[in-house]
T-cell receptor, first 115, second 113 residues
């Protein structure tokens, strides 16, 4: 099975701009979670989508949003970029059922640099 | 709120030394526990996981971890490290019935050859 893929792998944006990142989960996985990784804050949960619905959300401002399509692919959007949004954005997929024991599989990430 | 503590941020070992990385979490309910590894320039990979049953779990590359429920701990061990184990190691916890991983701050391991 192909792993989790994320595009683009690298992005450079200017403050005030917006950005859209894409994630394709492992085939058959219906849950997609997004995490932000920075040297200062570590890995922090952004949100999770399951069957096109946001099922859980972390403590990030409303500038961070996402969506999931019927094929389980997901996008996250960051509007009005700030310098502090520079980070590695990781996508993880899992089968999605809440009951049961499943691990999450991570993609390679999108490295976003805001200048 | 859930939190995960990793005791050491940087660890330097010589090859063949034994490794133990500490991880403690704060959550009283049923949890799933994970150790992920991030090699330089690579993405997060699952090293091992604990769901239930035998509290001593074995993962890839000779790593193992022990879940001690009374101590809320899930420490990672390897009897003899190799230079190729140089990486950052993350402990993560998920409430059973949820899909949100809470990560520790990570431990950067450098193995000297």
């Amino acid at each position: 099975k192909a792993g989790v893929t994320q595009t683009p792998r690298y992005l450079i944006k200017t403050r005030g701009q917006q950005v859209t990142l894409s994630c394709s989960p492992i085939s058959g996985h219906r849950s997609v979670s997004w995490y932000q990784q920075t040297p200062g804050q570590g890995l922090q949960f952004l949100f999770e989508y399951f069957s096109e619905t946001q099922r859980n959300k972390g403590n990030f401002p409303g500038r961070f949003s996402g969506r999931q399509f019927s094929n389980s692919r997901s996008e996250m959007n960051v509007s009005t970029l700030e310098l502090g949004d520079s980070a590695l954005y990781l996508c993880a997929s899992s089968p999605g059922q809440l009951e049961g024991n499943y691990e999450q599989y991570f993609g390679p990430g999108t490295r976003l640099t805001v200048t | 709120a859930q939190s995960v503590s990793q005791h050491n941020h940087h660890v330097i070992l010589s090859e063949a030394a034994s490794l133990e990385l500490g991880c403690n979490y704060s959550y009283g309910g049923t949890v799933n526990l994970f150790w992920y590894v991030q090699y330089p320039g690579q993405h997060l990979q699952l090293l091992l996981k604990y769901f239930s049953g035998d509290p001593l779990v074995k993962g890839i590359k000779g790593f193992e971890a022990e879940f001690i429920k009374s101590k809320f701990s899930f420490n990672l061990r390897k009897p003899s490290v190799q230079w190729s184990d140089t990486a950052e190691y993350f402990c993560a916890v998920k409430k059973y019935g949820g899909n949100k991983l809470v990560f520790g701050a990570g431990t950067i391991l450098r193995v000297k050859s």
